[in-house]
């Protein structure tokens, strides 16, 4: 029986990184979302794992939402065969029509731009505007320096312990499929 459609917003890095295994499960990624018939909602570039991410979505038949800013077109590489692409004056812009149009937000292995948006993100949640999911793609525990640093930011008093309750870090894009199927039902 088909799962109801879900829009997953994948933030990711712009880069390859230095593992082959991080492009391979932003591929894995990409199939799930499509075979799930899931929506991929993504920063629209055609470079490091967000190109990977689009290009294996897309060729296994998912539908495409891209949202870039005018100034990254050339920079990202704008993916223009999308199944829709928002052009936005600005970054910020971005991120909320990214975040709008998604049921779910799921970070991928990437840089400062990567963690910028999850911490938008996060810091939403923590503030009361949305209850999404956010799952961090936990790759080999790429991401557990950043939950150490929300810990320790939560053990010195600057946080409530609920931050560590808005997002999850799953070690699998299979693991990540049971959640968001559950999230679909
Ligand atoms: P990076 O993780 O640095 O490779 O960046 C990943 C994505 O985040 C790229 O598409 C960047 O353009 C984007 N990005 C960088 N800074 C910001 C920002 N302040 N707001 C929204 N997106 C950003």
């Given at each position: 029986?088909?799962?109801?459609?879900?829009?997953?917003?994948?933030?990711?890095?712009?880069?390859?990184?230095?593992?082959?295994?991080?492009?391979?499960?932003?591929?894995?990624?990409?199939?799930?979302?499509?075979?799930?018939?899931?929506?991929?909602?993504?920063?629209?570039?055609?470079?490091?794992?967000?190109?990977?991410?689009?290009?294996?979505?897309?060729?296994?038949?998912?539908?495409?939402?891209?949202?870039?800013?005018?100034?990254?077109?050339?920079?990202?590489?704008?993916k223009r065969n999308l199944g829709t692409?928002?052009?936005?004056?600005?970054?910020?812009?971005?991120?909320?029509?990214?975040?709008?149009?998604?049921?779910?937000?799921?970070?991928?292995?990437?840089?400062?731009?990567?963690?910028?948006?999850?911490?938008?993100?996060?810091?939403?949640?923590?503030?009361?505007?949305?209850?999404?999911?956010?799952?961090?793609?936990?790759?080999?525990?790429?991401?557990?320096?950043?939950?150490?640093?929300?810990?320790?930011?939560?053990?010195?008093?600057?946080?409530?312990?609920?931050?560590?309750?808005?997002?999850?870090?799953?070690?699998?894009?299979?693991?990540?499929?049971?959640?968001?199927?559950?999230?679909?039902?």
């Amino acid at each position: 029986m088909p799962l109801p459609a879900l829009s997953i917003c994948v933030f990711c890095g712009s880069r390859p990184g230095t593992s082959p295994l991080y492009a391979a499960q932003a591929r894995d990624l990409g199939t799930l979302i499509a075979r799930r018939g899931w929506r991929l909602v993504y920063g629209a570039g055609d470079i490091g794992i967000m190109g990977e991410i689009a290009r294996s979505a897309q060729g296994a038949g998912a539908d495409v939402f891209g949202v870039i800013p005018t100034h990254l077109m050339q920079a990202e590489q704008g993916k223009r065969n999308l199944g829709t692409l928002v052009v936005t004056e600005t970054m910020h812009e971005r991120k909320k029509v990214m975040f709008t149009n998604s049921d779910i937000v799921v970070v991928l292995p990437g840089g400062a731009g990567t963690l910028d948006e999850f911490f938008e993100v996060l810091t939403w949640r923590q503030i009361g505007l949305h209850t999404k999911p956010i799952y961090l793609l936990d790759l080999d525990g790429f991401w557990q320096p950043l939950v150490t640093l929300v810990d320790h930011v939560i053990a010195q008093g600057f946080a409530d312990p609920s931050l560590r309750s808005f997002f999850r870090p799953v070690a699998t894009v299979a693991e990540l499929d049971a959640l968001l199927a559950q999230a679909a039902d």
